[in-house]
């Protein structure tokens, strides 16, 4: 490697970026875009949902039930007349569940007997039908605890359950998607910023006449990946600073970890568009596997919303192959758990060894070679 | 005019599948992903690693744990003996949660005082800690009812009698996949239309093109077909799919889902041949498609619910096609749903698709650089 040539073709590198505003757009302006939209937009607690109330008989007991449903933050409750409108507006979408206490509830009460209270819920959104369950046992029981306490009683049941979440102890699951989004949002960066960049110069012909210069194919890699990798560390820190002023999201780890391991992200993420754009030689290609084989992968397996933990366990290992489910791993627990060494150690290790397998390939199919 | 598209439209198919890559790109992915992505992509869980800190020498307490090891939901992957155990399990992700069991656990029991089962949490993935919580509920409300029963005591009055419509054991593949249709048409349709233009605005093509005597209209029309056909048949292996290998259920009708996928399919080609007819060189192009492309997947309800979203988020979506159509393909597999209860979800896409369609043929002239 001779640093004058390296110099001068990053400079050429630099300046072609500097004028065409769109990868300075993709570096600065999308990363900020995307976590603004999707800080604020991606949640997956549920909150108001809107809930039929069929009270067939009123009596104090279901007048009870009711409010504690209309003091509750979870629902947003619509009292209706009849079970069949209920189950119109469920058809309709209008509501997410039903409540319904038949016309002998406050019989049956009275009398010692069971009496039903009937929930529908839902199910074709079975993550959320599952949170309106929990919700409406939460009511339900605070209701028993109040009926019981009414009578002078104590609600007796046998074992509690008490629970503490470590880490995100107000189970904000904004915070841990917001780490996340770091992460998908980083992989589409570096894919976007170099996917283009070899085969650019395949298809414009500036490759072969790059390749009659002293330059070797080493120079020229290394030109492709330092400008944009210095571009993709300005998107990072960008994005890093709006998570935790702008998200609030706590970051408890320290600042080395963090970032050593978005260096090597990035340097991963880049050299994987690198790869694309060295193996199709023709943007038009570079451009169709960019869209496939990034956002896609970096989405679904990379632990970002779907616990990988959860995966059949053959799935579990192809997610070994998505990078950005390293660093989605490493940002989690670093934003919200702290240092923790054995994850860091080897999460980091799995990125540097998907960055030098990227760095082999590349240079293995970039040799000066023409068709 | 018929003879004029039909010739650009072959064209465009050469273009398109005349490259090895490009037909790689186009078959093996999607076939690689709904197989990849149907299994994967869930929210619930099974085999939850925990681990057990019982501190209480009595038979309750065992009692109560083997009910957690014998559940094909709970993996037990250790068993500690005291505070500073816990940290390390949790910390390094060898386990989701801890049950722990204070000493006085089998005493309180059976002298009819609150007995505590303490539940920790690994919050890094808060979802997933709130659903094991509620696994966690539900094997102590079967003990409870279990001990209550023996014992006496514990009278409830009143029972919720839950019954879930659509899909009565909530299994999340069954929301997750369907939607994974409307996804792969998503990217299928983009990846078709959205350097389409751009390439030959680079290359220099496209001024040819407006030069000959085609309208552009025709040109349009040319330039949407090969992604039109190219979006339905993925869509219909896609469902295939679905249907065949996943068994999620089929209840509505095919008319009304491919109704559906019709309109889906020209906003979604709108939307591409706009991003390619405003892009001057293909790396725009690709810039467009992505800066569409994750934030219609992730507004469009398909992981996280739109109710959830603040106000004028909410309002963005509207503008989203693929919001209107995953509840098209939701509620055709799940709920069976007639047109008459989807009817307001096709037009939205149909003024996207016109819209965006108008856009790009009137870019298409203006646009010289």
């Given at each position: 490697m001779d640093i004058m040539r390296l110099r001068g073709l990053v400079r050429k590198e630099s300046r072609q970026i500097i004028r065409d505003p769109s990868s300075i757009g993709i570096a600065f302006f999308l990363p900020v875009l995307l976590l603004l939209i999707f800080g604020y937009g991606v949640s997956l607690d549920a909150r108001h949902v809107p809930l039929a109330l069929v009270v067939e008989k009123n009596s104090p007991q279901a007048m009870a039930l009711v409010s504690g449903f209309n003091q509750s933050d979870y629902f947003l409750p619509i009292p209706m007349r009849s079970i069949q409108q209920a189950e119109q507006a469920l058809m309709h979408r209008k509501v997410d569940g039903i409540i319904w206490l038949r016309h002998n509830f406050a019989r049956d009460l009275l009398t010692g007997g069971k009496a039903p209270i009937g929930v529908i819920v839902n199910g074709v959104d079975s993550n959320k039908a599952r949170l309106i369950e929990g919700y409406v046992t939460g009511v339900w029981f605070n209701w028993l605890e109040r009926m019981t306490g009414a009578q002078g009683r104590k609600l007796k049941v046998p074992v509690t359950v008490e629970h503490r979440v470590w880490f995100n102890a107000a189970v904000r699951s904004r915070d841990y998607l917001v780490p996340g989004l770091i992460a998908i949002i980083m992989t589409l960066i570096g894919a976007m910023l170099t996917s283009m960049v070899v085969a650019r110069e395949w298809e414009r012909g500036t490759m072969e006449a790059l390749m009659?210069?002293?330059?070797?194919m080493k120079e020229v890699i290394a030109s492709k990946i330092i400008p944009y990798f210095l571009l993709g560390m300005g998107g990072m820190l960008l994005s890093v600073l709006m998570a935790v002023?702008?998200?609030?999201?706590?970051?408890?780890?320290?600042?080395w970890p963090l970032i050593v391991s978005s260096s090597l992200f990035m340097f991963t993420a880049i050299n994987m568009g690198l790869l694309i754009s060295v193996a199709a030689k023709n943007q038009f290609v570079a451009g169709q596997i960019a869209i496939v084989i990034t956002f896609l992968p970096a989405f679904i397996?990379?632990?970002?919303?779907?616990?990988?933990?959860?995966?059949p366990v053959v799935i579990q290992w192809l997610?070994?192959?998505?990078?950005a489910r390293y660093f989605v791993d490493i940002l989690q627990t670093l934003f919200l758990?702290?240092?923790?060494w054995p994850l860091f150690l080897i999460n980091s290790v799995w990125l540097a060894v998907m960055a030098l397998f990227f760095l082999m390939i590349i240079k293995k199919k970039s040799r000066k070679l023409l068709e | 005019m018929l003879r004029k598209i039909f010739a650009l439209m072959k064209k465009e198919f050469r273009a398109i599948l005349k490259n090895k890559k490009t037909r790689m790109v186009l078959i093996i992915p999607p076939i690689a992903q709904i197989l990849v992505f149907g299994y994967s992509a869930s929210f619930d869980l099974n085999k939850v690693p925990f681990a057990i800190y019982n501190?209480?020498?009595?038979l309750a307490s065992r009692q109560l744990l083997a009910r957690f090891q014998g559940a094909e939901t709970f993996h037990l992957v250790a068993t500690i003996d005291?505070?500073?155990?816990i940290a390390p399990l949790i910390n390094e992700k060898k386990v989701m949660l801890v049950l722990h069991i204070g000493p006085d656990f089998t005493r309180n029991l059976s002298k009819g005082q609150p007995a505590k089962l303490q539940v920790i949490l690994d919050g890094r993935n808060s979802n997933s800690a709130m659903i094991s919580l509620n696994y966690v509920r539900t094997v102590v409300m079967g003990f409870n009812s279990h001990w209550a029963a023996l014992?006496?005591?514990?009278?409830?009055?009143a029972q919720l009698v839950v019954s879930s419509w659509f899909n009565s054991s909530l299994d999340s593949h069954w929301f997750i996949i369907p939607g994974i249709v409307a996804l792969l048409a998503l990217v299928v349709t983009l990846e078709v239309t959205a350097l389409s233009v751009a390439k030959e605005r680079e290359a220099g093509t496209f001024d040819q093109l407006l030069v000959t005597p085609m309208t552009p209209l025709e040109i349009l029309i040319g330039k949407s077909l090969p992604g039109f056909i190219i979006g339905f048949v993925e869509a219909t292996f896609i469902i295939t799919m679905t249907i065949?290998?996943?068994?999620?259920?089929?209840?509505?009708?095919f008319l009304v889902l491919y109704l559906g996928i019709f309109a889906f399919l020209l906003s979604a080609i709108g939307i591409g041949l706009m991003i390619s007819s405003i892009s001057v060189t293909q790396q725009q192009g690709l810039m467009g498609a992505f800066l569409f492309l994750v934030p219609a997947v992730i507004l469009s309800?398909?992981?996280?619910?739109?109710?959830?979203?603040?106000r004028f988020v909410q309002y963005i979506t509207y503008l989203n096609p693929m919001r209107y159509f995953l509840i098209i393909v939701r509620s055709s597999f799940?709920?069976?749903?007639s047109f008459d209860l989807l009817w307001n979800l096709y037009w939205p896409m149909v003024l996207i698709g016109i819209a965006t369609l108008t856009a790009a043929g009137m870019l298409f002239r203006n646009r010289m650089y």
């Amino acid at each position: 490697m001779d640093i004058m040539r390296l110099r001068g073709l990053v400079r050429k590198e630099s300046r072609q970026i500097i004028r065409d505003p769109s990868s300075i757009g993709i570096a600065f302006f999308l990363p900020v875009l995307l976590l603004l939209i999707f800080g604020y937009g991606v949640s997956l607690d549920a909150r108001h949902v809107p809930l039929a109330l069929v009270v067939e008989k009123n009596s104090p007991q279901a007048m009870a039930l009711v409010s504690g449903f209309n003091q509750s933050d979870y629902f947003l409750p619509i009292p209706m007349r009849s079970i069949q409108q209920a189950e119109q507006a469920l058809m309709h979408r209008k509501v997410d569940g039903i409540i319904w206490l038949r016309h002998n509830f406050a019989r049956d009460l009275l009398t010692g007997g069971k009496a039903p209270i009937g929930v529908i819920v839902n199910g074709v959104d079975s993550n959320k039908a599952r949170l309106i369950e929990g919700y409406v046992t939460g009511v339900w029981f605070n209701w028993l605890e109040r009926m019981t306490g009414a009578q002078g009683r104590k609600l007796k049941v046998p074992v509690t359950v008490e629970h503490r979440v470590w880490f995100n102890a107000a189970v904000r699951s904004r915070d841990y998607l917001v780490p996340g989004l770091i992460a998908i949002i980083m992989t589409l960066i570096g894919a976007m910023l170099t996917s283009m960049v070899v085969a650019r110069e395949w298809e414009r012909g500036t490759m072969e006449a790059l390749m009659v210069t002293p330059v070797s194919m080493k120079e020229v890699i290394a030109s492709k990946i330092i400008p944009y990798f210095l571009l993709g560390m300005g998107g990072m820190l960008l994005s890093v600073l709006m998570a935790v002023f702008l998200f609030q999201v706590p970051l408890r780890g320290s600042m080395w970890p963090l970032i050593v391991s978005s260096s090597l992200f990035m340097f991963t993420a880049i050299n994987m568009g690198l790869l694309i754009s060295v193996a199709a030689k023709n943007q038009f290609v570079a451009g169709q596997i960019a869209i496939v084989i990034t956002f896609l992968p970096a989405f679904i397996l990379s632990g970002f919303v779907f616990d990988i933990r959860t995966m059949p366990v053959v799935i579990q290992w192809l997610t070994h192959l998505v990078a950005a489910r390293y660093f989605v791993d490493i940002l989690q627990t670093l934003f919200l758990a702290g240092d923790i060494w054995p994850l860091f150690l080897i999460n980091s290790v799995w990125l540097a060894v998907m960055a030098l397998f990227f760095l082999m390939i590349i240079k293995k199919k970039s040799r000066k070679l023409l068709e | 005019m018929l003879r004029k598209i039909f010739a650009l439209m072959k064209k465009e198919f050469r273009a398109i599948l005349k490259n090895k890559k490009t037909r790689m790109v186009l078959i093996i992915p999607p076939i690689a992903q709904i197989l990849v992505f149907g299994y994967s992509a869930s929210f619930d869980l099974n085999k939850v690693p925990f681990a057990i800190y019982n501190e209480d020498p009595g038979l309750a307490s065992r009692q109560l744990l083997a009910r957690f090891q014998g559940a094909e939901t709970f993996h037990l992957v250790a068993t500690i003996d005291h505070d500073d155990g816990i940290a390390p399990l949790i910390n390094e992700k060898k386990v989701m949660l801890v049950l722990h069991i204070g000493p006085d656990f089998t005493r309180n029991l059976s002298k009819g005082q609150p007995a505590k089962l303490q539940v920790i949490l690994d919050g890094r993935n808060s979802n997933s800690a709130m659903i094991s919580l509620n696994y966690v509920r539900t094997v102590v409300m079967g003990f409870n009812s279990h001990w209550a029963a023996l014992h006496g005591g514990h009278h409830v009055p009143a029972q919720l009698v839950v019954s879930s419509w659509f899909n009565s054991s909530l299994d999340s593949h069954w929301f997750i996949i369907p939607g994974i249709v409307a996804l792969l048409a998503l990217v299928v349709t983009l990846e078709v239309t959205a350097l389409s233009v751009a390439k030959e605005r680079e290359a220099g093509t496209f001024d040819q093109l407006l030069v000959t005597p085609m309208t552009p209209l025709e040109i349009l029309i040319g330039k949407s077909l090969p992604g039109f056909i190219i979006g339905f048949v993925e869509a219909t292996f896609i469902i295939t799919m679905t249907i065949l290998w996943f068994h999620v259920p089929f209840r509505g009708s095919f008319l009304v889902l491919y109704l559906g996928i019709f309109a889906f399919l020209l906003s979604a080609i709108g939307i591409g041949l706009m991003i390619s007819s405003i892009s001057v060189t293909q790396q725009q192009g690709l810039m467009g498609a992505f800066l569409f492309l994750v934030p219609a997947v992730i507004l469009s309800g398909f992981a996280t619910p739109i109710e959830n979203m603040p106000r004028f988020v909410q309002y963005i979506t509207y503008l989203n096609p693929m919001r209107y159509f995953l509840i098209i393909v939701r509620s055709s597999f799940l709920q069976g749903a007639s047109f008459d209860l989807l009817w307001n979800l096709y037009w939205p896409m149909v003024l996207i698709g016109i819209a965006t369609l108008t856009a790009a043929g009137m870019l298409f002239r203006n646009r010289m650089y």
